[in-house]
């Protein structure tokens, strides 16, 4: 398995600022991933942050937007630039174990005003 | 990318067995099927992978038809501790290590005394 940490776990921000949340795993991973989760709704796959490369963004998700940063097989960090209300959401990411497997972290709660 | 239909909710009572259907018709070769639990303010938790026939834990167990069209999440005498949002995943290994994911919409489980 794998144990996965996000900073911040929640944050008020005003709109035009930009957040940075950061992903922790306790072990190495080949895949991680950004997901963002309306209230009452499932989740919704941002990007694939790959190590070494550009991160893979699903369509309807800009580099722009949601710049993604890989800098080793531990981390990652997903910043929401230029927020407006409606990027208020849950924001999760997850890893993906050797066997395929994916663990979530716990969730970042943004709240833009 | 594998559709994937789920029913929104199901009421149970304690002691009993639960079985949940996740249907995903056009599943292709490679795809794995996943099983998640989700409490309100928290991130989605694994509860059971698997890829064709059956799949027991500690916790679950999980049948999958030889076409693989649709699977079951069984979870055996649920306590109240069990109501919760359950959500299938099916992930598909692409060329490379690309993946396309999709979530199924979730299942509230409630569980009454």
């Known amino acids: 398995s794998a144990v996965i940490s996000q900073k911040p776990s929640r944050d008020i921000c005003q709109r035009g600022t930009s957040l940075t949340i950061q992903c922790q795993v306790d072990?190495?991973?080949?895949?991680m991933f950004w997901y963002r989760q309306q209230p009452g709704q499932s989740l919704t796959l941002i990007a694939t942050?790959?190590?070494?490369?550009?991160?893979?963004?699903e369509s309807g998700f800009v580099i722009d937007k949601f710049p993604i940063s890989r800098p080793n097989l531990t981390f990652s960090t997903l910043t929401v630039s230029n927020m407006s209300p409606e990027d208020s959401s849950i924001y999760l990411c997850s890893a993906e174990t050797s066997e395929k497997t994916q663990y979530f972290g716990p969730g970042t709660r943004l709240l833009v005003l | 990318l594998a559709k994937t239909t789920q029913p929104i909710s199901m009421d149970s009572y304690e002691g009993q067995e639960v079985n949940i259907t996740c249907s995903h018709n056009n599943i292709a070769t490679n795809d794995y099927i996943t099983w998640y639990q989700q409490f309100p303010s928290q991130g989605p938790r694994f509860i059971i992978q698997?890829?064709?026939t059956k799949v027991t834990n500690e916790v679950a167990s999980l049948f999958i038809p030889a076409d693989r069209k649709s699977s079951t999440l069984s979870l055996p005498r649920v306590s109240l501790s069990d109501t919760a949002v359950y959500y299938c995943?099916?992930?598909?290994?692409?060329?490379?290590?690309?993946?396309?994911?999709?979530f199924g919409s979730g299942t509230q489980l409630t569980v009454l005394p």
């Open positions: 942050a790959n190590q070494g490369s550009e991160a893979t963004y």
């Open positions: 698997g890829y064709k």
């Open positions: 995943l099916v992930a598909r290994v692409s060329s490379g290590s690309a993946r396309q994911l999709t």
């Open positions: 072990s190495q991973v080949t895949m």
